[in-house]
């Protein structure tokens, strides 16, 4: 089946440095993919919708500036975290859209935990 | 705006024990709504989802109705297994979706 990847799984980092974080849609071409933070304990709360060939949609509070969102295939959207703070530090998901036929539906990566020292 | 209400746990039930996890809506127009369900160390696995009123929603025994008058979709099973343990996020939308808290679900044999 249809199957998102995510790399790296966990990364920890320095306060001031940037991390990015990849999102595969390993065997079909997602034209939108999503990205998502999840607090502990908490829910999944949208960041941004990644839209390939095009900028980033972002929700409102989230900084684009700090949250940078590239979709450059059709298979691969990163997340890159600038300037990482620890209240940054929080586990990241990404989604991607499939579609083929009639079928239409949104399917998770594994997640990214970071955390920032 | 959009927003789900869910039960918060966490629950803890027996194995074979009924399952009611309650999840309310508030949205404009007429999303779909999903369950879905986290696994320890795993990602998000779409559980299941109903796309207009009335649609009943089933996987793996467990069902969920999309009401519109009361404006909910529970989740429920009839007999829960020590493998259900999990979270569990009730959410609506198309693709910018909104989740629920999510609600943590341990099953004891």
């Known amino acids: 089946g249809a199957v998102v990847s995510q790399h790296p799984s966990r990364v920890i980092c320095k306060s001031g440095t940037s991390v990015k974080i990849e999102c595969r849609s390993l065997?079909?071409?997602?034209?939108?993919m999503f990205w998502y933070r999840q607090f502990p304990k908490q829910s999944l709360m949208l960041m941004a919708t990644?839209?390939?060939?095009?900028?980033?949609?972002?929700e409102q509070g989230v900084e684009k500036d700090k949250f940078l969102i590239n979709h450059a295939s059709l298979t691969l959207s990163t997340l890159t975290v600038t300037s990482a703070h620890p209240e940054d530090s929080s586990f990241y998901i990404c989604?991607?859209?499939?579609?083929?036929?009639?079928?239409?539906?949104?399917?998770f990566g594994p997640g990214t935990r970071l955390l920032v020292l | 705006g959009n927003s789900v209400t869910q039960m918060e746990g966490p629950v803890t039930l027996s194995e074979e024990a009924f399952l009611t996890i309650n999840c309310t809506y508030t949205?404009?127009?007429?999303?779909?709504l999903f369950w879905y369900v986290q696994y320890p160390g795993e990602g998000l696995q779409l559980l299941l989802k109903?796309?207009?009123?009335?649609d009943k929603g089933s996987n793996k025994g467990f069902e969920a109705t999309y009401r519109k008058e009361t404006t909910s979709f529970h989740l429920e099973k009839g007999s829960v297994q020590v493998s259900d343990s999990a979270v569990y996020f009730c959410?609506?939308?198309?693709?910018?979706?909104?989740f629920g808290a999510g609600t943590r679900l341990t099953v004891k044999p």
């Open positions: 990644s839209n390939e060939g095009s900028k980033a949609t972002y």
């Open positions: 065997d079909f071409q997602a034209t939108t």
């Open positions: 959410a609506l939308g198309i693709w910018d979706m909104r």
């Open positions: 109903a796309t207009k009123a009335d």
């Open positions: 989604s991607a859209r499939f579609e083929r036929g009639e079928i239409e539906t949104q399917y």
């Open positions: 949205a404009t127009g007429y999303p779909s």
